[in-house]
Every structure is written in C-alpha cells, then in structure tokens.
C-alpha cells in the first residue's frame, strides 16, 4: 500500500504540531507505523491523501452512526451556513434541540450544550458537587470522561495508550477528590462510600465503558449503584458520550432501565460537529447560571452550524427507529462472522459486543474491568491493527477501544470484514 503523502505530512507535521496530531491515538503509536492523513470520507468508507480506500469501523470514535457525508447532515449544514456561523446569542434551533434530547432520553428534563464531552463531564461533575455541596466523586478505573484534571486519573482510552495514565500537570489537590474503583465491583463502591460518608457528591460511569476496550456492566451493577446513590444521597452520572443515541435511541439508560440524575453526551449529538451536552433532573439543571450559582458558559456553545447538524442527526434517529434495528444486525452478524474465524482457527480470544459496539481482547480472560482488558496482547493487537489495515479495513488504532459501527455497512463491506478477519488472524499467528 502506498501511504508516502501520509509519510511526508506526518514528518511535515512533527515540526509545528506536538506529535503531529490533535489527539494522541491518532499518531498510532499504539499499533506502530504511521498514521494515515484522511483526505475525505463517504458512507462506510475513509479515503487518505494517497487514495486508498477503507472500510471504517471508528466513524470518527462514534458520530458518524449513519456513515459519512449522510445527505440529510450535509443539508442541513450547508443551510445554516448561509444564514452565518455564529451568533453567541439564543436561537430558535437551540430551543428545537434541547426538545428534542428531552423527549429521546429518560432522565433528562433539561439540557445546556457545551462544545465537548470533556466539556459536558467537567461541567456536570461540578454541578453535582455545587449541588450538593461535596467535594469528592467516585470514577471508574478504565473509564475516560475526557480530559478534564479529575478525570485523569486511571483514565481508559489515549491516557492507557500512552502510558500516562496519571498525567503530570493534575495536581494532587486535585486528585485527592477523586476516589477510583474497579469497574463491575459493586462491593468497592460501598466501601468507597462507607468511608468517605456524606463527601461524595457524584459517582460518574461510563454505563457501557468503550475506553478500555468495550465491557459490558455485570447484572445489577448499575441498579446497584442506582440504590447506592438514593441511600447516600449521591448523585449518578451516566457519561453516554459514546453510549448516548448510539445503543438505543435513549442510550444505555434506556436499554438498562436505569435512570441517572445527570447525563453526559457528546459525539453524536453534533452530527459529526463538535458538541456535548450535561442534561437531567429539572431540580439540579437549574442550579446552574444564570438560574442557579453554578457557573458554567461557552462562547461557541449551542453554535448554529453545530445545531442545525445535530438537529438534522436526531430527528433522523427519532423518524427512524429502523436505524437500531439495523444496527443490531450488522453488529450481530460481524461479531458472529469473527467469532466463527475463531473457532475454526482454534483461538480462544475474548469478545465483548453490545448493539453496533464491540471488541476482540487478544486474551482469553473474560474483560470485565480495567486489569482483566490489560492482560490483552497489545504486541499482538497492533500487528492484527496492521494486517487489517493493509486488507483495507481501518480498525480504532488501539487495543482499548471499541468499535463503532453505522448503518453505511452493508453486505459488501461486511463480508469484506470478516474476510480480511480471517486473513489478518491467519497471517499474524502464522496458521
Ligand atoms: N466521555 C467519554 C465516555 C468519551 O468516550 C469521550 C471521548 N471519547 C469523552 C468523554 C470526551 O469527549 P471529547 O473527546 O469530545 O472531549
């Protein structure tokens, strides 16, 4: 595969952008080699500045459920683009949207839109501990909330990637309100919250967590910490960045059937713009500015260009319900496909899967949390990473992320998926 612009502006690159990236996961160095530099994208397919092609699974780490450039976004956008790209004043398209997320997700009664999910979880951890006016909070090792100093401790996604999980720069004032606990490990929470009782204003999860590779919650522990929280007065947060209108039309509040107080979300909601939102009970959304004294504002918040593409986004999911159905299937049939390679080639790798995410741990433990997805091969990932990318598949460059999958898959791409699996495999094990 020729790659030699994607060479040339990656060492261009090095000279003015710290790595040569925006984002770290980006400059592949979990997986080696170098970074592709994408030139456009359509339906189910990216295409690099050298013209290959490639069938994608990451869809920009989840907004892009319907595939790129879908006609109804693309509309939408360039309509509002005519009528100017911002305003920093209240438009008629913020109030559309914020009814729209009220009616689609269950705890929310009401919803501020910010610019990112780092946003979004930065403000509601604050909400939460001016609500209840406690310090500490409880995270979930493995889990990523973006990067916001308190979550930047034992964070999934880039922070293990890199091998920084505690960066340098959080302070440990700051740390020292964050409290950590194995995720699916009910029982450590209690414990957290027996002995720092009456101190801790928030637990915060990603319900699903897709940064340390996807892992499902065990039955009950969500419900568990449901109950937790109404005893101690703690608040629940469900962080639905990469969840939210992705597992179901309400997120995975709605296909577990537990309500958090406060919802972060992020990704989706823009239409593939840069959006997130923090939403939930009437009673503590209004504690913050200009109702309440929690201050929280954004020049570029509620942009129109943003909203006219999540708008566009969302009222394609609410008109078609299909869309999950859809979703399912792909999911199901290449999570089928792979773990029939699996079986016929002998291996015993994990997989997790839930709707249109999923992972294949290179270990044969069962992933429940953070230390069981690290006893993963990564050596062995990135060479898998590297044989699907050259069959033309481009996989999230990292063992400890999910995949994401859109509705743009169709058969042709999905049986090109699951071949490519199968030869990826062979050839890095040498069967
Ligand atoms: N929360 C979760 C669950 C995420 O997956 C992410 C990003 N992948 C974030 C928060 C941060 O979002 P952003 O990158 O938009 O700041």
């Known amino acids: ?120 979880t930065m403000s509601a951890v604050r909400l939460a501990r001016g609500y209840t006016g406690r310090d500490k909070f409880v995270k979930f090792e493995g889990n990523y909330h973006g990067h916001g100093d308190a979550f930047l401790i034992a964070a999934g996604s880039g922070a293990i990637t890199m091998g ?91 296909r577990f059937g537990v309500i958090p107080d406060l919802t972060t979300m992020g990704k989706i909601i823009g239409g593939g713009m840069p959006v997130g939102a923090y939403g939930g009970k009437k009673e503590i959304m209004d504690y913050v500015s200009p109702v309440g004294p929690v201050y929280q504002a954004g020049t570029l918040s509620g942009n129109p260009i943003a909203m006219a593409a999540g ?36 291996l015993s790798y994990t997989m997790t899967h839930l709707g249109s995410m999923y992972s294949l741990f290179f270990t044969d433990q069962e992933v429940i949390d953070f230390e069981t997805a690290k006893s993963s091969n990564t050596e062995l990932f990135g060479k898998y990473f590297q044989a699907m990318l050259k069959r033309g598949v481009y996989l999230p460059p990292s063992q400890f992320e999910s995949l994401f999958l859109s509705t743009a898959l169709k058969d042709k791409e999905i049986n090109h998926i699951l071949q490519a699996n199968e030869e990826s495999l062979k050839e890095i094990l040498s069967l």
């Open 164 to 254: 920084a999980p505690n960066s340098p720069g959080v302070t440990t004032g700051t740390a020292k309100d964050t409290l950590l606990a194995p995720y699916n490990d009910l029982e450590a929470v209690k414990q957290l919250a027996e002995a720092n009782k009456g101190e801790i204003a928030a637990i915060i999860l990603e319900p699903v967590p897709g940064n340390m590779g996807l892992v499902l919650p065990k039955e009950g522990f969500l419900e568990g910490l449901r109950s937790l929280c109404d005893k101690e007065g703690i608040l629940l947060i469900f962080d639905e960045v990469m969840t939210g209108f992705r597992l179901a039309a309400g997120g995975a509040q709605e």
């Open 1 to 120: 595969m020729n790659i030699s612009k994607s060479k040339t502006l990656f060492s261009q690159a090095q000279h003015s952008i710290p790595g040569g990236v925006n984002s770290p996961v980006r400059a592949f160095k979990a997986v080696g080699g170098d970074p592709l530099f994408i030139k456009r994208a359509d339906g189910a397919y990216l295409y690099d500045e050298d013209d290959n092609a490639f069938i994608e699974l990451i869809n920009s780490w989840g907004p892009m459920i319907l595939g790129h450039n879908h006609p109804e976004i693309k509309e939408a956008i360039i309509k509002a683009m005519e009528n100017g790209t911002s305003f920093g004043a209240p438009t008629a398209r913020e109030v559309h949207i914020a009814e729209r997320i009220v009616q689609m997700v269950p705890s929310i009664e009401k919803v501020r839109m910010v610019n990112s999910g780092t946003e979004a």
């Open 311 to 346: 708008m566009a986004m969302l009222d394609h999911l609410n008109d078609h319900p299909e869309v999950y159905e859809q979703l399912e299937t792909i999911g199901t049939r290449l999570v089928t496909g792979v773990k029939k390679s699996l079986e016929k080639l002998g």
